[in-house]
């Protein structure tokens, strides 16, 4: 901008520039709006990955917001806690006893996933390390106790599904009230003691032993059966044959093959008659 001044010592008006501070500043202010506004919406805009909820704190407060998956707009002010809704699993190897006071190594699994409705509850009761914080300390309690409750020889043979249940139902009663859901407990591996392991393979094997000895008792008993019947029927058959057989029809078996070797032109045989009401003899010539 050109301004003309006269100084006190001039003699006439001079020509000078007058640097432009007001619109200096208004650019500047204008640029710094725009970063503000800029980190402003950033921060304004977030996130939620697939299988995970959005936990949202303000101040470190939980406001009770739930954000679905997807892209969110949110007061920048709050924090997006992002939790994870999906199927997880914890693996526990434990040495556990038994009724008998015996120790048994028990691998087991516990597969389990986040309450959709009560991420909120659980991050602000338990925080984001829930898994460690209360569920493996409650695995560890509910295995103690409900093997504490069988047998060693049950829990190597037939009740390791009921004991998997039974450790099912006492974690869901423990964990579902705190918005974590258990969906089943496997047990992979029991490990007995050496001499115990032995000394119930050794009975199972003597068991299936004499399951063994009872089914081949029971098909020798069928066999002989079979064969008694079979017996019976022949024996039944022949006194049935003996039954229709007469002199009469001897006689006339005997008549019938006369007739048939006097017809015949290769046969030379002479016929010497027995009894009056036997069958005759036939006797073939040398």
């Not at 650019?27 to 996130?47: A, D, N, Q």
């Not at 303000?58 to 892209?71: A, K, N, P, Q």
């Not at 526990?92 to 120790?103: D, F, K, M, R, T």
């Amino acid at each position: 901008m050109n301004v003309f001044s006269k100084g006190p010592g001039d003699r006439g008006p001079t020509l000078r520039m007058a640097a432009p501070k007001n619109w200096l500043s208004l650019g500047v202010g204008r640029i710094v709006g725009g970063i503000v506004l800029l980190i402003l919406l950033w921060s304004s805009v977030t996130s939620v990955p697939t299988g995970h909820v959005g936990v949202l704190t303000l101040f470190g407060r939980v406001t009770g917001d739930v954000l679905d998956e997807g892209i969110h707009m949110i007061n920048p002010l709050k924090v997006n806690n992002k939790l994870s809704i999906q199927t997880q699993s914890i693996k526990e190897s434990a040495s556990v006893p038994s009724n008998e006071g015996l120790i048994i190594a028990l691998d087991t699994s516990l597969i389990f996933k986040l309450d959709r409705t009560r991420a909120a509850r659980v991050f602000q009761d338990l925080g984001r390390n829930y898994a460690d914080v209360f569920i493996e300390p409650n695995l560890r309690a509910a295995i103690r106790a409900v093997t504490a409750a069988h047998s060693a020889n049950a829990l190597y043979t037939g009740a390791r599904e009921e004991v998997a249940l039974k450790i099912q139902d006492e974690l869901g009663r423990v964990l579902g009230p705190r918005g974590i859901v258990v969906e089943s407990v496997l047990l992979r591996d029991v490990q007995l003691p050496a001499m115990l392991k032995s000394s119930i393979e050794a009975k199972q094997q003597a068991e299936q032993e004499a399951l063994r000895m009872s089914f081949v008792l029971q098909k020798e008993k069928q066999e002989a059966e079979r064969k008694r019947i079979e017996a019976q029927g022949i024996a039944d058959f022949q006194r049935i044959v003996a039954q229709g057989i007469s002199p009469q029809l001897l006689e006339w078996k005997g008549i019938e093959a006369t007739e048939k070797l006097a017809t015949s032109h290769n046969a030379k045989v002479v016929i010497i008659g027995s009894a009056r009401t036997g069958l005759p003899l036939i006797l073939e010539p040398k």
